[in-house]
């Protein structure tokens, strides 16, 4: 099949398939589990899964926040950008249902690390703290931000870059120098209610 997606996006009528296949497509998706801190000092935790490696000279990431129901930013973006950090946290499959709480929308000035019970752990280089039973989280200090904008010029989106400083890396998940991502089984986004655990792994030489 193939279906032409403006036409979706504009509600045209021809749309193809009843859900949107788009982030089914582009799959899987690692998720970042973004904590930020909020102007009145409460930490903010939440998933995303627009979240990627952008650069490796320095590490950056990136996570990209659509605005919510009320045409309002999502919590993590602003939080990150006013207080100049974040920290991502890595989900394991452990923590599956622990991470899917704290998508939940809430006010600014609650914590959903408190509210779902999550243990947090101190940061080294910045002020958020990991999720304590991560197996690996990475210390970023915001260096962008920048609206995702539509051909027509609109913005439901905002992507926060951000550099690496430190990087918190649970010692059992090292063998040999390397970084056993598989033990980890980290969970990544696929579409609609879908995931997957990345548990095989294979190597390959460059050629
Ligand atoms: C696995 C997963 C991935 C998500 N990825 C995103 C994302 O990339 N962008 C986004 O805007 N919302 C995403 N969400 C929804 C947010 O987590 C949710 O809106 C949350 O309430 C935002 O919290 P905040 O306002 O504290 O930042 C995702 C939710 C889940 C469960």
């Known amino acids: 099949m193939y279906y032409d997606s403006q036409e979706r996006f504009s509600g045209g009528g021809k749309g193809g398939l009843p859900y949107n296949p788009f982030k089914a497509l582009v799959a899987p998706r690692p ?11 409460n930490v ?31 919590d993590s973006a602003p939080n990150a950008v006013d207080c100049g950090e974040f920290v991502c946290s890595i989900v394991p499959y452990a923590l599956r249902e622990a991470m899917n709480e704290t998508s939940r929308a809430l006010p600014r000035s609650t914590s959903e690390a408190d509210q779902a019970g999550i243990e947090m752990a101190p940061s080294k280089r910045v002020a958020p703290p990991r999720v304590a039973a991560a197996p690996a ?43 056993d991502t598989a033990a980890m089984k980290v969970i990544t986004r696929m579409g609609y209610d879908e995931y997957a655990v990345t548990e095989n792994k294979f190597s390959m030489k460059r050629p």
């Open 31 to 41: 998720i970042g589990w973004i904590s930020t801190i909020a102007p009145d000092g």
């Open 44 to 74: 903010n935790l939440a998933p995303y899964s627009y979240f990627q490696a952008v650069a490796d000279q320095p590490d950056i990431v990136m996570f990209s926040a659509a605005l919510d129901m009320k045409d309002a930013q999502k």
């Open 137 to 179: 989280a990475l210390e970023c200090a915001v260096v962008e931000s920048r609206r995702v904008l539509h051909r027509g010029g609109e913005h439901r989106y905002t992507m926060v870059f951000g550099e690496v400083l430190g990087i918190y890396i649970d010692d059992q998940y090292i063998t040999d120098g390397r970084v």
